[in-house]
């Protein structure tokens, strides 16, 4: 959501946030937010991932302005981020954030990024950062996030009439396509297989056809000796919609009645089998399948005006001078 890109430093540039800024630089005080102040030395620690990364991997001519753009963003980000921090802890959402809710998120880090605890801290330690320093921050993000829910999300109300003027000035994003869904058994052509393993493997395929016309289940079939997608949930790939399939395999599919199973499908990739077991025409999306997406968009745009009200409230309320 855009509301909390605003407020939120992503997590995985978090924990480069301690590489230590270029020794040359002289530390002196950049800004006094209230009772908090920002350094330059800490700022910069902070700014330098950002640096790095625009330097290594932008290859437009305006670098520089990039970086200094750049730079104010993430210094009017600091500030702000400050002042959530001190409201939350006026409030008392600051103890709110136990233990287990920290640890929790980093648990949801690692298995997204498919590292063991151990490898986490060592790599973490290369970069002359720790595991504590990211629960810190993990914590941090938590208690912003609680204030901001309470002090703006809660307050954020979408009307059924808000939805039902946004699908009809929008009819044309919720315009369906026609779509089958089909269980599909697959036998596939190995490369380079010659004119005799092709042959055998048709074979097999008219022979696997005749058993279930005969009676024998599709979807047993399929799990057992169907090498395509879903084959262990008896072949049913789903809804599938025009364009998005082999065109053999298409073509069939589009045209087959309910509940009747192909001849057998010759393709670049072998053979099929499919059978068609719902349909859904074109047309407009009706407004109750799309009625969620809508109030999330309508949400988005709400939080996204309502934050900037929230925080410009705040700043007005304190004291804050910058010397950047």
């Known amino acids: 959501m855009k509301f909390y890109k605003k407020i939120i430093l992503v997590l995985w540039s978090v924990m480069l946030m301690c590489v230590p800024a270029r020794a040359e630089v002289v530390d002196r005080i950049i800004a006094v937010v209230n009772d908090e102040i920002i350094t330059l030395y800490e700022f910069n620690a902070s700014f330098e991932p950002y640096r790095r990364n625009i ?14 753009q750049t730079r104010e963003t993430l210094f009017q980000r600091t500030i702000d981020n400050i002042l959530i921090e001190q409201e939350a802890k006026k409030t008392g959402i600051s103890a709110s954030v136990k233990d287990t809710d920290v640890m929790n998120v980093l648990q949801d880090v690692l298995m997204k990024q498919k590292i063991s605890m151990q490898d986490f801290a060592k790599n973490l330690e290369k970069d002359g950062n720790s595991v504590e320093a990211v629960k810190k921050e993990i914590r941090s993000q938590l208690v912003r996030m ?18 039902g003027e946004y699908y009809n000035s929008h009819r044309d994003e919720y315009e369906g396509k026609e779509s089958v869904r089909m269980k599909q058994l697959m036998l596939v052509l190995p490369p380079g297989a010659d004119k005799t393993a092709k042959a055998k493997l048709k074979n097999e395929a008219l022979r696997l056809r005749a058993l279930i016309m005969s009676g024998e289940s599709f979807d047993l079939l399929a799990a057992k000796y169907s090498k395509g997608p879903a084959a262990a949930q008896g072949g049913d790939v789903g809804f599938i919609e025009k364009g998005t399939i082999i065109p053999e395999v298409e073509a069939a599919a589009f045209s087959l009645p309910l509940e009747q199973v192909s001849e057998v499908i010759e393709s670049s990739l072998g053979f099929h089998i499919i059978k068609v077991v719902d349909k859904r025409g074109a047309g407009l999306k009706p407004i109750a399948m799309v009625r969620e997406e809508i109030k999330a968009k309508i949400e988005d745009e709400k939080l996204d005006k309502k934050f ?16 950047l």
């Open 308 to 323: 900037d009200e929230w925080i410009s409230s705040v700043r007005s309320k304190s004291h804050i001078e910058t010397r």
């Open 55 to 68: 330097e290594n991997t932008y290859k437009g001519n305006d670098k520089e302005t990039l970086i200094k």
């Open 146 to 163: 609680r204030l901001l829910r309470r002090e703006i999300k809660d307050k954020i109300i979408v009307s059924d009439q808000e939805i």
